[in-house]
């Protein structure tokens, strides 16, 4: 049997070695905390569950959805834009159901790059930006996110052949992994770049509404001229616990909508009505829930602070996103670091590369765990360090 390439063509998965560790580690019975996935700990809201079980024991919710989704749903998402973000979208053109950003960010590549284009994608950052493009046939052209630039890929820096080519741009902010919010006027000069190289930018906006330090993060649909030249990806799976329920909105340029929708009637059949309905009671009754978790990681967040100043790790806390990015200490690769940290503490930590070659030399630490659970990790990791037992 033979296997298409494309899958070859990914980068090779950075936690695989990880994985063996936790596994053989675990199998000696230490109790591995992992500080390493985003998945939140805590549980989906109540209404949006009571909204779920009552829809799905309604048999006319059993049915094909259409990709266009339910009037109710769009409806509730034209009207959450509005009221958060002052943004308006037209419920009919500019707004479709999404099965989860990571599907939104896969199927739009497919929707807008073809084999030759070039896909401008940031460096560190999610992995699908990377899979996305290379499964549609095209090259990846990173751009990197750098400390000293508010982790903000420079635009101006990228060569005029490959702008040329490119096709397509990803932004994410506030940002995974690096938890960077956006600068006043990036998304300005984005979309100055984007007409000027005629491009479409594709903003990921999973992490707008875990924000902390009263900072609320904007969308991008805000700034003048975005429905002109791209779309955002929104999605309830960080700010209402609900990653497990595969729900998510693709708004913005009602041709790139319509693009999408288009290709995915041919590809799934839609979000199953019930969580249609479970997301509308996210959106509307649970709508402040997510306030209610940003304080939760913003307690954690401290407390990380805290323990990483305790322990010479120097960090800018983030203003949004459950997610510290954090430089190794010297002596150390990402990878050596996450190994050591693991073989020595238990502890699961990310290795910057598993976002991007620009990772390395970090690690990101995620707060989806319970605070007790946290308290203990940074401290094995504290005493670690401290009796000097993590030294190359
Ligand atoms: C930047 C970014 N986009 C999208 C997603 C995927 O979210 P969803 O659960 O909606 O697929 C994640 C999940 O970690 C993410 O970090």
Not at 175 to 190: D, H, K, L, S
């Amino acid at each position: 049997m033979r296997f298409a390439k494309r899958l070859d063509a990914v980068p090779p998965y950075l936690f695989a070695e990880l994985e063996r560790k936790i596994a053989e580690k675990r199998r000696e019975g230490v109790e591995v905390i992992s500080l390493g996935i985003g998945d939140p700990d805590l549980p989906t809201p109540e209404p949006v569950v009571e909204a779920l079980a009552e829809a799905a024991r309604d048999p006319s919710t059993h049915q094909y959805p259409s990709n266009q989704g339910s009037e109710e749903f769009r409806t509730a998402g034209a009207d959450f834009y509005r009221e958060r973000f002052g943004v308006e979208l037209d419920p009919a053109s500019e707004l479709v159901p999404a099965l989860g950003g990571k599907e939104a960010v896969g199927h739009v590549c497919l929707a807008l790059l073809d084999p030759g284009d070039i896909c401008l994608s940031p460096d560190p950052g999610y992995p699908p930006y990377t899979s996305g493009p290379l499964f549609s046939g095209a090259e990846v052209h990173y751009l990197p996110l750098e400390e000293a630039n508010g982790f903000l890929p420079e635009l101006d820096a990228v060569p005029q052949e490959v702008a040329a080519r490119a096709n397509l741009l990803f932004l994410n902010y506030p940002n995974n992994p690096t938890g960077a919010i956006v600068q006043p006027g990036y998304f300005e000069q984005a979309i100055e770049f984007a007409r000027r190289h005629d491009l479409a930018v594709v903003h990921d906006n999973a992490y707008s509404e875990i924000c902390f330090d009263g900072y609320r993060a904007p969308s991008f649909l805000e700034t003048p001229g975005a429905k002109e030249v791209g779309i955002e990806i929104f999605s309830p799976s960080k700010g209402w616990n609900m990653t497990g329920w595969r729900s998510g909105i693709v708004a913005g340029n009602a041709e790139i909508v319509e693009h999408f929708r288009q290709l995915k009637t041919n590809l799934d059949s839609g979000m199953f009505e019930a969580v249609q309905h479970a997301t509308v009671a996210a959106l509307t009754e649970a709508r402040d829930f997510p306030r209610e978790m940003s304080e939760v990681y913003r307690r954690r967040r401290d407390l990380v602070a805290e323990a990483l100043a305790a322990i010479g790790l120097p960090v800018e806390p983030p203003r949004a996103t459950p997610y510290f990015w954090v430089r190794v200490p010297e002596g150390y690769t990402s990878e050596s670091f996450a190994g050591l940290v693991l073989e020595q503490a238990g502890v699961v930590v990310s290795p910057g590369p598993a976002y991007g070659p620009s990772g390395e030399g970090f690690f990101r630490i995620s707060l989806t765990v319970p605070d007790d659970q946290l308290q203990v990790a940074v401290r094995r990791i504290e005493t670690s360090l401290q009796a000097g037992i993590l030294k190359t």
